[in-house]
C-alpha cells in the first residue's frame, strides 16, 4: 500500500526557497539556469516502484520529458526500463546503461514515423519497435527486421491536459486506429512479424480520477482483443499520471495501484496465460524536480485603450527557447521571488521574455491572452524563479534567436553539480558546414 506521507505531502523544490543559494549559483554561472533536486527524482521514482512492485508489471520512464544522463542513470538504477521515441534517444538510454536487445525489452522504440537513424538503430541492437502507424511494418519488413513488435493503438478515447496534448480519439495523431487493427495485424503476419505487445496511451486529465478511468476502460478494450493475439506477452496502459502544476501537491496513487492489480488480473484471465503489464510515465518522474531561474531585468507599462487594458512587465532573461510549454498551449507554471518576503503586496504582473516574439511570455493562458499573477513587484536585478519544468523543460529548449541553452544545475545532498554547461555562439554554429554533396 502505498504511503500516506508519500501521496499527500507537498513536492518543494530543496532550492525554492533558498534565495542564498540561489544568488551565489546566479552569481557563478549566471541566469538562466536549470536546477535540479536529486532527493525529488528519487522519490517519484520511488512512488513508481511502489507502484508496480506487484508480479507481472513493470514501469518505463518517457525520457523525452528530461533525458539528462543524470536523470536516466537513477531510473536504471531503480529498474524502471524506457520508452524512447528516437533513435538517439535509444542510443542515449544505452551510454546511460541500458541494455539494448528484446529480450526482455528494456528499451521499446515508440514512434509514428522512423526518422534518421532509427531503423539502424533498432536493426543494430536488436531493439522492439513499438509500431504506431500500419505503414511502419512494411517499412521494418523492407528494411529485413524479423523480430518481435508492438502495436500502439488509438482506442479512440483519451485526454490531455489541452486538446493539443491528446494522445488518444480522433483528434490524435498517435496510433493505429482501432478499427485498423485487423488490417495491421494481417500485414504484421505477411511480413513474418511476431506481435508480442499491446500499446495504447490515453493521456492524463487535470484529475487522476479521469486517468483511473480512462486506464480501466482501456484495460477492458485489451482484454476484449487479447484472444485475437496468440503471442502476446505484454500490455501497455501507457502513461498519464497527472501532476499539479498550481498548487505542488502530491497524487494519491493507491488506487492506481489497485487498478494495474486488478488489470493484470482480467488480461491475464482473458488471454489464459500470463501477461505483463506496463505503465509509462514520463512528466510525474520529474515535473517537480527542475527549476528555472532567471533575472528580471526591467519593468514596464502599457497603458488601457480602445484595443483592451494595459499591463506591467516584469522582464526577463528566460524565455521559450528555455521554457516553451507556456508560450506553446497556455501551461500554467508558479512563479516566485524568492528575495522577496511571503507578506509583501501583490500586484498583476505579466512575466515576459528576451524573444523576438510577442508570443514570448510565461503568464498566458490557454486561449493565448494575457493572465497577469499576482506577485509583490519586483526590481531589476532580482530573481525570479519558475517551477515544476523538470519535464518538458531543458528537453524542449532550442537556439531560436541563436541563443544558447542554459546551463543545467544539479543539487544533491546539499551539493551542486553542473550536469550541461551553457551552449556558446560556437556551440550554435558547430554544424554549419559549406561541403559540396
Known sequence: ???????HAFLTHAAANDAALLRRLATQVGTPF???????????IAAI??????????????MKACPATKVLREVQQAGIWIDAVSGNE??????????????????LYTADVFRDNAMQVILENNLMPNIGSPGMIRELASAGYRGPIALRL?????????NACDTGGPSSKHGIWHSETAATVQEAQKAGLKIVMLHAHVGSGPQIEELLQNLDLLA???????PQFPEVEAVSLGGGIPHDYRGGRAFDLAPLGEMLKKARTRLCEAAGREIRVEIEPGRFYVAASALLVTTVTDLKQTQTNAKGPGATFAMVDAGFVDL?????????????????????????????????ESGDVFTRDSAELLAPRPLPVPNPGDLLVLHDAGAYGYAMSSNYNSIGRAPQLWLEDGQITQISRRETLEDVLK???????
Open 1 to 7: 500500500m502505498l504511503s500516506d506521507s508519500m501521496n
Open 34 to 44: 536549470w536546477i535540479y533536486d536529486a532527493a525529488l527524482v528519487r522519490r517519484q
Open 49 to 62: 516502484k511502489e507502484l508496480t512492485e506487484g508480479t507481472g508489471l513493470q514501469a518505463r520512464y518517457a
Open 90 to 107: 535509444a542510443l542515449r538510454a544505452m551510454r546511460a546503461g541500458f541494455s539494448g536487445g528484446s529480450q526482455p525489452p528494456t528499451i
Open 154 to 162: 488509438n482506442p479512440g478515447f483519451g485526454h490531455g491536459h489541452v
Open 220 to 226: 477492458s478494450e485489451f482484454a476484449a482483443l487479447l
Open 324 to 356: 516553451v510549454r507556456p508560450a506553446m498551449y497556455g501551461s500554467f507554471h508558479r512563479i516566485t521571488l524568492p528575495e522577496h518576503s511571503a507578506d509583501e503586496a501583490v500586484e498583476p504582473i505579466v512575466v515576459a521574455g528576451p524573444l523576438c
Open 431 to 437: 554544424l554549419e558546414t559549406d561541403e559540396a554533396i
